[in-house]
């Protein structure tokens, strides 16, 4: 179940190209003549996943600007990823060891013989950032290790010339990384190295309903299973995050230019999520 929490954060869906389906994961939001997209984003793809469905070329040709959760530029900077690596390090003098119990220590070193990572590596990392090595490391063996919608379409905006802005601050997401876990190190470590095994059903189902834009099984296999076990996460991580956006969103819908959003694809659905939001303050919700 961790390991489904991280890759929910992560959004790092996959399955393979392989139908051309009537409907994606992007919807079109009125306000009378004022219309915005908004997309539900996947951070890390594998080659196979592309060409992306039409229906998010099109969106990006009608946009004037497109807004994603956090700066992109700043996220690969080398100023962030030094802070990144600096917060999610040990820095005081301690090591992993130090805050894990011993099954949790020895199941990760098991973990890390067979998948040949070095555990005086893993030894600096606080365990936020281990859980998300178990998760990447999955990921990289399934192929899944590319570039995702977002940095997809951030670079297209580039190139273009195209406007682009963000949500929130990669400090404020940042700090929920960090928060990971705290007070239940062991416990996070052993469901990410349990859960690990079941990455690639678990994404395959998960990569279906996101291409096809099925927002019953997206709730069914991602959002459902984070809200029973895992209410606080869910909480942080969804609702307080799309109350945030909400505003931000409807003062786009009341300026002259389309834009083109781009969130991760659990923002989107559910009571609490943005589409239905959005549905609920009269805005008319048309899929793609």
């Known amino acids: ?14 399955l393979p190209v392989t139908a051309v389906l009537a409907e994606t994961s992007l919807w079109q939001v009125r306000d009378g003549e004022r219309v915005m997209y908004l997309g539900g984003t996947v951070h890390v793809l594998a080659a196979a996943d592309y060409p992306l469905p039409d229906e998010f070329d099109q969106a990006y040709e009608q946009a004037d600007r497109l807004v994603f959760e956090t700066d992109m530029q700043a996220i690969n900077s080398p100023a962030f990823q030094l802070q990144m690596m600096q917060r999610l390090t040990y820095n005081d003098g301690r090591s992993l060891k130090d805050e894990l119990g011993a099954r949790a220590y020895g199941a990760l070193q098991a973990y890390s013989r067979k998948r040949n990572l070095p555990m005086a590596m893993l030894e600096q990392f606080r365990p936020a950032m281990v859980s998300l090595v178990i998760v990447m490391t999955e990921l990289e063996r399934l192929g899944i290790n590319g570039t995702g919608v977002d940095e997809h379409f951030y670079r297209r905006a580039r190139n273009d010339g195209k406007a682009v802005s963000q949500l929130e601050t990669p400090q404020a997401q940042l700090e929920f990384i960090a928060g990971m876990g705290q007070g239940q190190e062991d416990a996070l470590i052993l469901n990410s190295l349990r859960d690990a095994e079941q990455v690639a059903k678990m994404m395959s189902g998960m990569k279906a309903a996101w291409r096809s834009g099925d927002r019953a099984q997206l709730v069914k296999v991602g959002l459902e299973p984070m809200r029973h076990d895992y209410p606080g996460l869910y909480e942080d991580l969804l609702v307080k995050r799309n109350q945030a956006w909400l505003g931000k969103l409807e003062r786009m819908l009341k300026d002259p230019d389309t834009e083109l959003v781009l969130v991760g694809a659990m923002h989107l659905v559910g009571q609490e999520g943005l589409l239905e939001q959005l549905r609920a303050r009269g805005y008319e919700i048309i899929q793609q």
Do not use: Q, T
């Not at 179940?1 to 996959?14: P, Y």
């Open 1 to 14: 179940m961790i390991v489904r929490r991280l890759c929910l954060l992560l959004l790092c869906l996959a």
